[in-house]
């Protein structure tokens, strides 16, 4: 993939149409084996959602992008009007559960999207850029404004909300008593060979 493909391209409608043809093709001979196609995972699967809902922002946009000519300062826009449909309550200095994990009562504070959803997407549309034939190094969703973005969201949603986002460390999984027991016992030495003297 030399080129950059644009949302919605003739090689994108020409593949799709073929699929259709073949599918239904191999549903109506019930001599020809069908082959089975192959599932996408669920990460793939949200992968192909949102990097199509990103293309129908790009059209819907006064006036309208084209996929070359996207920066970062779109992907922001892009990533503030995904705001509106939030379901995570980030509260206001103002707020009296400001830096409260969880409130008492119902507030007026406004609904977010959550930064961990956020920082998931911009993973999935860096990825789903380059697999549509984008260069990593012009890749808009890597671009250092949205990095910085991410993180100014993910602090300031941890200071409203009273969360730490700090990263986890993995536990090694625990040993069993048995194998603890025999790091420490030294190894116990092979079996003698078997004597080769010969019976006369």
Request: net charge positive; proline share 12%.
């Amino acid at each position: 993939m030399d080129s950059l493909q644009e949302f919605g391209s003739p090689s994108d409608t020409n593949s799709t149409a073929s699929n259709i043809n073949i599918n239904i093709n191999s549903c109506s001979s019930s001599s020809t084996p069908s082959f089975p196609t192959p599932t996408l995972s669920r990460y793939e699967n949200q992968k192909r959602r949102d990097w199509n809902t990103f293309g129908q922002y790009l059209r819907n946009h006064r006036p309208p992008l084209s996929l070359s000519r996207c920066s970062g300062a779109h992907v922001l826009e892009f990533l503030r009007y995904l705001d509106q449909f939030g379901k995570t309550k980030v509260h206001t200095q103002m707020c009296p559960f400001f830096g409260q994990p969880n409130p008492p009562a119902p507030c007026p504070c406004p609904l977010r999207q959550a930064w961990g959803s956020l920082d998931a997407l911009i993973g999935r549309l860096r990825a789903a850029f380059e697999e549509h034939g984008g260069k990593p190094e012009a890749n808009p969703f890597g671009a250092r404004a949205v990095r910085l973005y991410l993180r100014e969201v993910r602090d300031s949603q941890a200071k409203a909300r009273g969360i730490s986002y700090d990263k986890k460390k993995r536990k090694r999984p625990p040993q069993s008593a048995t194998a603890s027991l025999q790091a420490l016992m030294p190894p116990t030495p092979p079996p003698p060979p078997p004597s080769t003297t010969a019976s006369q």
